[in-house]
Structures are given as C-alpha cells and as structure tokens.
C-alpha cells in the first residue's frame, strides 16, 4: 500500500491538492488484522502529511460495543449500509470537523435509533 500512496501522492500535490487516506477496516474473522491496517494507514499519512480518515478504527470501536447494526456484509468484507454510513460520517468529522449528530437521515434499512447511534459513534474521538 505505502508504495502506491507514494506514488499517488506525488501525483496528487503536482495537481495542487492534499492525499486524503481511507484507512479501511479488517475483515470480520480478522480482527486482529486492523491493528496492522490502522498502523500502516497512520505512518503513511505522517510520512507524507496525508489526512488520514479513521474508519476502520472507528469500525471496530463500534463492533467492540455494539451488537448492531451489524457493519459487514455476508462476504464479511464489504460494508452494510450501515458500514457504509458510518464511514460517511466518520468523512463528514474528518474532512469538515462538522458533527453528524442531529442531521436528519431516511435511509431504508436503517431506522432512527440505528442512524443515531452510528453519528454518536463517527462523533466520538477515534
């Protein structure tokens, strides 16, 4: 990963623009894993000064303490639209330093409390 991100980087400041890192979570069964993931995100954004967006780590805070929504797939690897949406508020503090919490959301499959406590969660320090 480090290899490419340095290659994109460069790439990415010739242009005039900052490297952002979508640092990703582990697959469910490996949840050990995010531990390598997280670190490999973080010392590549300060090797280069990328802002590094913290959804994996803030995944497995919300796994570590919330039965539900449940954030992976069936394939345990891609995310639910819960998955999904936590990562887009988790973008939404990152990127703007704006808070999730209180915007009004619909999203079928997703009720009131569940979009709720995920905006908590992208909220709280990761």
């Not at 531990?35 to 802002?51: C, D, F, N, P, Q």
Request: proline share 5%.
């Amino acid at each position: 990963m480090r290899e490419n991100v340095l290659l994109f980087d460069e790439a990415i400041r010739a242009a005039g623009a900052k490297t952002v890192l979508y640092m990703t979570w582990s697959r469910k069964h490996m949840p050990e894993k995010q531990k390598v993931i997280t670190e490999a995100y973080e010392s590549t954004g300060r090797e280069i000064g990328a802002l590094v967006v913290p959804v994996g780590r803030v995944w497995w805070r919300f796994i570590a303490e919330h039965d539900s929504p449940v954030l992976h797939d069936k394939d345990q690897s891609h995310p639910t639209l819960a998955g999904s949406y936590l990562a887009a508020c988790v973008f939404l503090v990152t990127l703007f330093d704006e808070s999730p919490v209180g915007i009004a959301t619909q999203l079928k499959g997703l009720g009131v409390k569940e979009v709720q406590l995920l905006q908590h969660v992208a909220d709280s320090p990761a």
